[in-house]
């Protein structure tokens, strides 16, 4: 293996893994943070949504009448408190972590905006840092739309989530996945929410049928859908006036908030990447080749930055991938399976082919429903269904998605499948454990088959 000395801006799930990595495999690394430790993902990102999802359930679960013979007549819901062990108890414990495990493995950790000054050495704060190979992690911010300026009121994602108090209305600007599991926390701890949504309908990365159910679910909520819907002016005078244009109409909506989550953008614009020679698209992403060097060969890129989607799990594959060509393993970084997941109520997870993507003539779809299967009942939730897509010769599994209880955790044993190439057969005689949500996945494969046991 070459031992490298490598440098690497940003400390997020592709920057903090690739310096793990890349020290695991012998090379002299340093990362160069100007933020916290762990990125976006950890900050103000994957980790706290998650946390506010989970508070969210639990207030949801006291206010909602449900078949346990659980009755709460009084209680308190302190949301101070909730933040206080999202930002302590949840992103502090997993930053800390993050700082451990650098000095573990002698990672070195540059506090500081770093960016180029030639093709071997970065600078931050005026000091110069020689590389042999570096790695571009910087990831993505909100967009801010020119109309709809970020003010005390507007605000971005990092400020819905870290609000003080839960607003008593909501109007979310976009229904991309940031914007749902947002509008489905809000929502449940008691928000009047509305969605605003420029396409025909919300989460337009997963399928139709997917998406109705959550909507189902949103409408339960009490959360109004605008969609084919445009906001553009808001009045924040304290509180907010919205104004959608819907149907050829101008509709005034009043709320404490307006949440602006339409798309994220590369932070790639001062880091004097053009100076180096470093193409820069013109979306902002960076131009990579398939080992994601950059138009300058010890230079890569990974992460929010370069195309694909914007996920943490994308970004750490990249980064262990490029750990091991800087490292002497040439690897070409390719996904087969990225799963997407959408933690709303109920979840929703996708992987490979989906319906949308499917090709008739070549490939067949099963859908189970959780209604027919046994731990879906007695959690007292069947709203959902498993599908598994397969190659209808070969019965190779080549995609899935999974709606309901848990489809965040399932959709691991279908991208498993993927990249193992199973077929259904070999699903179908893999022994699930009873009784589990995951049995379904067994039941979808036999129904593919044309053996169903439980339908
Ligand atoms: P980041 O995590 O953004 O890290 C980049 C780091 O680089 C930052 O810390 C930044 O401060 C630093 N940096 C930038 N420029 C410089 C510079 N010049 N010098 C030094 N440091 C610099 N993804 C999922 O997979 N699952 C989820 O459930 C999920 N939920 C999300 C929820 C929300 C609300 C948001 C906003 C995002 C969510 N994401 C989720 C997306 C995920 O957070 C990103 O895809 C992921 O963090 C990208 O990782 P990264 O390493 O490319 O960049």
């Known amino acids: 293996m070459i031992k490298n000395k490598v440098s690497i801006i ?50 949801y679960f006291l206010n909602n009448n449900h078949n346990f013979g659980v009755k709460v007549n009084d209680y308190t819901f302190d949301f101070k408190q909730a933040q206080n062990w999202k930002n302590r108890e949840v992103v502090n414990t997993l930053t800390s972590g993050i700082a451990m495990l650098f000095k573990k493995n002698q990672v070195k950790f540059v506090q500081g905006e770093a960016k180029f000054i030639n093709t071997k050495q970065i600078e931050v704060d005026g000091k110069s840092y020689n590389f042999d190979d570096a790695i571009i992690a910087t990831g993505s911010r909100p967009i801010e739309l020119k109309t709809i300026p970020f003010s005390e009121n507007v605000i971005d994602s990092t400020g819905a989530l870290n609000l003080e108090a839960v607003p008593k209305e909501l109007v ?34 997963f ?42 109409k101008v509709e005034e909506l009043k709320s404490d908030k307006v949440l602006v989550a339409v798309g994220r953008k590369p932070n790639t614009d001062n880091l004097n990447l053009n ?32 195309e694909g989607l914007a996920l943490a799990h994308k ?16 690897t070409k970084v390719e996904y087969l399976a990225i799963p997407a997941v959408c933690f709303v109520s109920p979840e929703c997870a996708s992987v490979g082919v989906n319906l949308a993507t499917m090709d008739k003539k070549i490939h067949a779809a099963s859908n189970f429903p959780l209604q027919a299967n046994g731990r879906s009942i007695s959690l007292n939730n069947t709203d959902g269904f498993v599908r598994l897509i397969s190659e209808k010769e070969s019965k190779v599994v080549v995609g899935a998605q999974i709606v309901g209880n848990y489809a965040s955790e399932l959709i691991t044993q279908c991208a498993l499948a993927i990249e193992c190439e199973l077929t259904l057969d070999d699903i179908s005689l893999t022994i699930h454990p009873h009784p589990t949500v995951s049995e379904s996945i067994m039941d979808v494969s036999e129904l593919g088959l044309g053996l169903p046991i439980h339908l």
């Open 10 to 59: 940003g400390s997020g799930p592709g920057g903090y893994v690739a310096a793990i990595r890349l020290a695991q495999l012998g090379n002299d690394v340093t990362v160069f943070e100007k933020n916290d430790i762990g990125g976006c993902c950890l900050n103000v990102g994957c980790i706290p949504s998650k946390a506010l999802l989970e508070v969210a359930d639990h207030v």
């Open 172 to 205: 979310v600007v976009g229904g991309g996945y940031i914007g749902c599991e947002l509008a489905s926390a809000y929502a449940r701890l008691g928000s009047k929410v509305t969605i605003v949504e420029a396409a025909d309908r919300i989460l337009i990365n």
């Open 207 to 248: 399928d139709q049928d997917m998406v109705d159910l959550v909507v189902q679910e949103f409408k339960k909520q009490n959360v109004t859908i605008m969609t084919n819907a445009s906001l553009d002016k808001v009045e924040d005078k304290g509180s907010c006036t919205s104004y959608v244009k819907i149907n050829g």
């Open 275 to 306: 100076k180096i020679g470093v193409e820069v698209l013109s979306n902002g992403m960076v131009k990579i080749n398939d080992y994601h060097q950059t138009t300058i060969k010890n230079i890569y890129a990974i992460g929010d930055i370069v």
């Open 315 to 330: 970004a750490s594959f990249e980064a262990k991938t490029v750990a091991d060509t800087i490292s002497g393993k040439k």
